[in-house]
């Protein structure tokens, strides 16, 4: 395996204790009117407590902050025409088996996730390859390149779920590191300030920045940049959607981590 850019380290998680994830995210949303489409980004906070059993409960708190950052067509408009922002996303406390927060919401069970890089379960991360000729050959597979899915994003969907062991994690990103477009950054800022590691996914629509914690190699958050004009107004280089993401251990469901 080629020389990680970040070693990656996994803190102790006994049975007991929950995996705390603090997510602060700031999103992009679209309203239409008659006339245009209005484009915003909003601010959102987010945790998750995921149990080490994952039949258990899983809890999430989601909060709007209600800051608004209008990027194309009219905040006024949008308003006038009924633009509300608590339409576009559930908020609130949410508890259930297997995560699944929103069966309630949708008047279901709750149901165990199937597995796969876009919700993965242990099982699923236990089978993939430590190899990282091997696992970009299964990403390949698996998913294969198009104008909003990838490789890339799929990895990037696996380590948002900050469930994927050390070794895992180093082999995803030497994996990555064999793709044509993606490039290393040994030092930039989330949109917190805090110092981050990044794989560059450099192609497409949207430059891709998957964040890293150098400390631990612990998925960090990310940052998307437009490479191209958008057909509602939006103009290369305009951030699209950024998220810094905090992780820790704590001993039960709810309780606050100590930074």
């Not at 149990?51 to 709007?64: H, M, Y």
């Not at 597995?115 to 099982?123: D, V």
């Not at 696996?158 to 793709?179: F, H, I, W």
Request: charged content about 25%; hydrophobic content about 40%.
């Amino acid at each position: 395996m080629p020389v990680p850019f970040v070693r990656a380290v996994d803190e102790p998680l006994t049975a007991e204790q929950y995996r705390y994830i603090a997510t602060h995210a700031w999103w992009m949303g679209t309203f239409s009117t008659a006339e245009t489409i209005h484009v915003h980004l909003s601010e959102h906070l987010i945790q998750q407590w995921t149990p080490v059993d994952r039949d258990a409960d899983w809890l999430l708190d989601r909060e709007l902050t209600g800051r608004v950052t209008w990027l194309a067509g009219s905040a006024d408009a949008a308003v006038e025409d009924g633009f509300d922002l608590n339409d576009h996303w559930p908020s609130g406390r949410f508890r259930a088996p297997y995560g699944d927060f929103y069966a309630e919401l949708n008047e279901t069970a709750p149901r165990r996730a199937a597995g796969g890089w876009a919700s993965p379960t242990p099982e699923f991360l236990a089978m993939l390859p430590r190899d990282p000729e091997a696992l970009i050959a299964r990403l390949r597979d698996d998913v294969p390149q198009r104008t909003y899915t990838g490789p890339f994003r799929a990895a990037v969907d696996t380590l948002r779920s900050c469930t994927v062991p050390a070794d895992l994690r180093e082999a995803l990103y030497a994996a990555l590191r064999l793709l044509p477009a993606v490039s290393v950054v040994e030092e930039v800022k989330d949109l917190d300030g805090n110092v981050c590691a990044a794989l560059v996914h450099d192609d497409g629509p949207t430059r891709s920045e998957l964040l890293v914690d150098p400390v631990d190699g612990q998925y960090a958050g990310e940052r998307d940049t437009l490479r191209r004009d958008s057909p509602c107004g939006l103009t290369v280089g305009t951030v699209i959607a950024e998220t810094a993401v905090r992780t820790a251990v704590v001993p039960a469901l709810g309780v606050l981590p100590g930074f």
